[in-house]
């Protein structure tokens, strides 16, 4: 071997180790922690231990909580074990591999998982009846954005980690929600308009409660779960000494990376509303006379009155919180009495952040109802079988296609049956490195993989096998063969390719799924077939004794 | 020297029978009520739902005609699971997907206890011509893609031989839809889209080698060429339709009854495939030679 042969095997060798450790916490040894509701019966536990039977799982037990260890554990009996009565809730503790390295678990798609999937739309009939008039393309748009802000706002009511809310087309809205306990109260929180009303912030009380919060409260984040929120509310109430006409509220602003709405602080609030929602009649982006973002607004006749009452001298200096189903999320300062029912937010606002606020305005003024026009809701004991199922068809497929080029191709397919894993390696190393989401169709994708992968090998071996019929050296004609191939691999791979890029473009979810690993699982075996096969052979042809090839 | 196979001899009669299993195939489709139109292209609800050991299917028929429900029953999965499909499309308007869900949801759990609702599709009808749309115009783009990548890196009369291949593999499958009852759901449109891939793949490799013995200066014809890069890479045609056809048949076997549809349709299109690549796609570019020579 030259020195270049060691680089090779060493870079080769070093790929294989890094995919290995990629894909260790999807196959291997992992640890749900269930959390258990205190007042959970005997036999309820009992439930949940007969789930994880002894002989495949290790079962620790602790005053108020399980930890199985065991392979075989993933997203979805995650989602199957929270819905187990006296179960408070369930998660996958992060695998070594994950924290010492770059790693990731595989994320499982809806179906596998088990979850909920919703398109909704704005119901623009019910908003051109009250309008007296047609919506137009943009007006539908800018609808549609309102509820998607509305949305946002409510994402803690659905009770899942990873929500994800998205607008589809123009008109659409799609959400999915992983691993959902109670699909039904999720479809009422979608179902109800926004409640947005205005209200006069006590600042003294504010600032106490933020003091109260320096000292006593030394946790990063606020809590997110509405439970949390409410107990640290009752706390800080009571030592504050807290009026009974003021209430505690949290401030909400947007996380820039993921779009979620998060808690910043706690705002002390009148209970007495000053301004309802629908006292707006119309709100709008436009600048101020510093040609900054603002948010402009129009109140109603009768709101106009209320709103001239609120910003009287008495209140100037103080801030109005505009708050939308119990989240404050702007609240900007009385400077002047309006009385003409025309206002102007100021501040110095990021676009993004004017446009949001003016949709929620909009919410008071013109709430969006929404509709469910596709639905899919997918338990996770059937994501569950899915899975095994794919894991079966995958396994025998594998097996199915080994036997075969061991059969006939010899040596030669004892190698390309290494490629053949290894290129199985790469693609789930590629997938959960990459982020991409594991679908059921995306499995059949693995499955159509296994079978076109070995499609390379077999172009390469019959090259080689035509140039030995022609009577040269098996050192000349492995050359040969692997060189002519190349470009018909290449050509009739980049179509496929072509083909399936097009194909992730197609609707969402399963379909890209199953685009994804075909595109990923073609590039894999290209690689594999092209670089390391052809490294193997290098290294076998090196040998000048060898006179026939087993192929 | 190897043997050269007359493959081309039999092309009008390859072309022949192609013709007639498409005709024959679309008579029968339309004879039959058409095409199976999932709820994912009409709008409709699907329920997956687990009963008690003592359900059969006929139990669960007869109280859904009872209920004046027009949805239809299919048992899935192993018998001792007893796990059901209630599925109904969006017939008459007066009733949204939403409301015929709630009433199926509703129907399951009174008249039968211990019922598991599994999983629920809900589909409205604005979602099918959204699909429908972007399916059309998918397909149309890759094709538009692949015409101009064989343009480049072959002839163009490859990409004409390529692209009459994918259009006889797609007809051809459209219509083995109808006859086999396969419901067109999403999964379904995109084993079509997979097979389009797969069609040009294998009609690649054949073209690349007419490409390759075309350079070679020779007294043959161009359909001796032809003949003789089919017959040197036939066995490579051959072993990765099977080696393909070996994970296909393991996905429809086992894969569970969400893809069976899915499966079964790649696996025709396999076949196809393969057999389009050496009876459509070259004798294509055979008569397209002819034709511009002319």
Redesign the interface.
Known sequence: MGRTHYYKLLFILGIILFAIILIIPTIGQKKIEILLNSDATPNELNVIRSRFPSNKFKMDEYENKFIITGLNLNQAVMNEVRIFPGVKDAKILPHWAENALLAKQINLGL?LQGGMHL?L?ANFKKIEKKLKKNLSESEKNETTQQALELLRNRIDKFGVSEPLIRPR?NEAIEIQLPGVKDPKSVKKAIGTTGRVEYRLVNDDYSNKVSIWLKKNYNKKTLPIIPENQEKLFLKISREIKLPQTLELLFFFVREKDSNKIIPSHILALNKKVALAGNDISKAWVGKDEYSRFAVHFTTTPDGASKFANVTAEKNHGKKMAVVIDDKVRSSPTINVQITSGKAVIEGTFTLEEVTALSRIIKEGALPVDL?????????P??GQ??IE??I???L???S??ML??LF?YKIGGLIANFGLIINMIFMLALLSWLGFTLT??G??GF??T???A??AN??IY?RIK?EL?NGKSVRLSVVNGFD?AF??IF??????L???F??S???TG??KG??VT?FIGILCSMFVALYISRFIYELITMNKKIKKLSI | MERTIGFLKYRSIAIGISIAMFIFFTVFTFLNNGFNLGIDFVGGVKIIAKFEKDVDILKIRNVLIDNKTQALVQQIGKEEQNEFIIATKLSNKSKSAEENSIQLKKICLTNFKNVKILGVETVGPAIGEFLKKSAIKLFFITLILITVYLSFRFEFKYSIGAIAAIIHDIAITIVFCGVMNVEVSIPVIAALLTIFGYSVNDTIVIFDRIRENVQIKSKQTFIEVINKSISQSITRTLLTSLTTLFAVLALYLLGGDVINDFALVLLFGIFVGTYSSIYIASPTILFWEKFSSK
């Open positions: 179906d398109v739309r087309g509709e469910i026009i596709e639905e899919r809701t997918v338990g004991s059937l079988d899915s199922a794919g079966n068809a995958i025998i497929g594998l199915g296609v075969f080029m006939y059921l169709p499995i059949a499955i159509l296994v079978g076109m070995v499609d077999v172009i019959e035509e019929r002519r470009w018909t050509d009739a791979n980049i179509t496929t072509i083909a399936a097009i194909l473009q197609f609707g399963p379909i199953f685009a075909l």
